[in-house]
């Protein structure tokens, strides 16, 4: 009697390492989990522009899927990564400027992640909401292309050097934000 009890209690732990192990290793047989991140956009120097974007990894790059609410109604901005991982200071200035292949790769690394400004570009309706979703290629949310821990900014409008050929444009031009429109909201990218 004593030993079957012993023998039972035995089987059930093992039966429950077993299933742990299978669960455990079946998620890797499944193959990978897709990542997600968001932002929380937060108006800035009186604007009134809100939303959230969502972040996912996919085959073609790291989609954003915005929800942005306060915009003038029936306008053109942008959506920009900026380096800095802070939405603070006066006029937004701790936001970093535009993230750049340079910031998300190490020396090296491979090929940059660039990605154009057209893709970018979201469009308010006539009550001032904008919704869709565009896709970054080359941006991750883990590793050295990750985009987590930066600033993710509304821009009014459309930058100029945005709407200079991409392949006449100077590269380092797009850290440059000399001729960024306001900053109308800003959330910080976070998983």
């Given at each position: 009697m004593q030993l079957g009890n012993w023998w039972g209690r035995a089987g059930r732990r093992h039966a429950a390492a077993w299933l742990t192990g299978a669960a455990l290793s079946g998620c890797a047989i499944l193959g990978p989990h897709e990542r997600h991140?968001?932002?929380?956009?937060?108006?800035?120097?009186?604007?009134?522009?809100?939303?959230?974007?969502?972040?996912?990894?996919?085959?073609?790059?790291?989609?954003l899927t915005y929800d942005i609410v306060g915009l003038a109604p029936n306008t053109q901005h942008t959506v920009v990564i900026h380096a800095g991982g802070d939405c603070g200071g006066q006029g937004a200035r701790d936001i970093g400027m535009r993230l750049t292949a340079?910031?998300?790769?190490?020396?090296?690394?491979?090929?940059?992640?660039?990605?154009?400004?057209?893709?970018?570009?979201?469009?308010?309706?006539?009550?001032?909401?904008?919704?869709?979703?565009?896709?970054?290629?080359?941006?991750?949310?883990?590793?050295?292309?990750?985009?987590?821990?930066?600033?993710?900014?509304?821009?009014?409008?459309?930058?100029?050097?945005?709407?200079?050929?991409?392949?006449?444009?100077?590269?380092?031009?797009?850290?440059?934000?000399?001729?960024?429109?306001?900053?109308?909201?800003?959330g910080v990218i976070a998983r």
């Amino acid at each position: 009697m004593q030993l079957g009890n012993w023998w039972g209690r035995a089987g059930r732990r093992h039966a429950a390492a077993w299933l742990t192990g299978a669960a455990l290793s079946g998620c890797a047989i499944l193959g990978p989990h897709e990542r997600h991140a968001g932002a929380m956009l937060r108006p800035l120097d009186g604007s009134s522009v809100e939303g959230r974007v969502a972040l996912a990894e996919r085959v073609e790059g790291l989609q954003l899927t915005y929800d942005i609410v306060g915009l003038a109604p029936n306008t053109q901005h942008t959506v920009v990564i900026h380096a800095g991982g802070d939405c603070g200071g006066q006029g937004a200035r701790d936001i970093g400027m535009r993230l750049t292949a340079g910031d998300v790769l190490p020396p090296g690394a491979g090929a940059p992640a660039r990605y154009s400004p057209r893709l970018t570009r979201i469009w308010a309706d006539g009550n001032g909401v904008a919704m869709g979703f565009f896709v970054l290629p080359g941006l991750t949310l883990d590793g050295v292309r990750s985009v987590v821990g930066r600033t993710l900014v509304i821009h009014s409008g459309v930058d100029e050097w945005d709407e200079a050929d991409d392949a006449a444009s100077d590269p380092s031009a797009s850290a440059n934000d000399d001729h960024a429109g306001r900053v109308l909201a800003c959330g910080v990218i976070a998983r």
